[in-house]
């Protein structure tokens, strides 16, 4: 049986700690090919010579989309892996939706009003779009864990807990968890307290309190490796199952092949 082609893919962020981390697990996968990079301050290099990766060397850099897309192989048709800021996310997905890319997103903060304005282009263009703010397969186990325990505990609260450098607070997947808790307490609000401090990278605790007792479901990342099995997974989604015209925000739709209802 012939062997399918690599997904093509362009990584916006190839020099961020996420980024990169993500970005050079791909590069290992035999069913995928990094065709170019977007990184703001290399523009006119490679990724070879970025990462010290000489089987990259053909995969240009560039600072923004609109100077990489010429410079991609003609009829190239990449699916936009976007791990960066939501300001500069947020038109760089636009104008991947008009070009006719799918999209893997793993950049958080976005407003209410950016996240409506991609999924109608992403609906207009028939894209196939992921946006998950946690990637991690273990963090989606310890949502499922999460959803099991409001069923019995009422009263949870939620820290989290990354590196100084990072801008959204509280993080997307404590935005995330707080939602979903929300209506499965009954508590109007869930309390979130944030903390930012050297050292962190990735960390969020949900406890739960009861009389005489306090259940704790904690999920900590130490390097950001562990997001790169969910996008691949999510590449893999989008080649053989994903329904077009749909933004999915969930990592076990993805997982499992369902969407939700289904």
Known sequence: ?????????????AT?????????YLADLKDVRLVGAIAAHHGGQNLGSLWRRPELAEAPVAASLAELAPLLPAGTRPVLVDFTEPQSAAPRLLEACRLGWDLVVGTTGFSDAERAAVAREVERRGIRAVLIAN??????????????????????????AHQPAKKDRPSGTARRTALLLAPLTGQAEIPVHSIRLPGMVAHQAVLFGASGQVL???????????????????????????PPGVVVEDLGTILHGEMPGD
């Open 1 to 13: 049986m012939e062997e399918a082609e690599p997904t093509a893919v362009v990584l916006a962020g």
């Open 16 to 24: 961020g700690k996420t980024g990169e981390a993500v970005g050079r």
């Open 135 to 160: 990637f991690s397969i273990g963090a989606w186990v310890a949502e499922r864990l999460v959803r099991e325990a409001a069923r019995y505990l009422k009263a949870a609260e939620i820290i989290e």
């Open 216 to 242: 704790t479901i904690r999920h900590d990342v130490h390097d950001r490796s562990a997001y790169a099995p969910g996008v691949a997974a999510a590449l893999r989604w989008i080649r053989s199952a994903a």
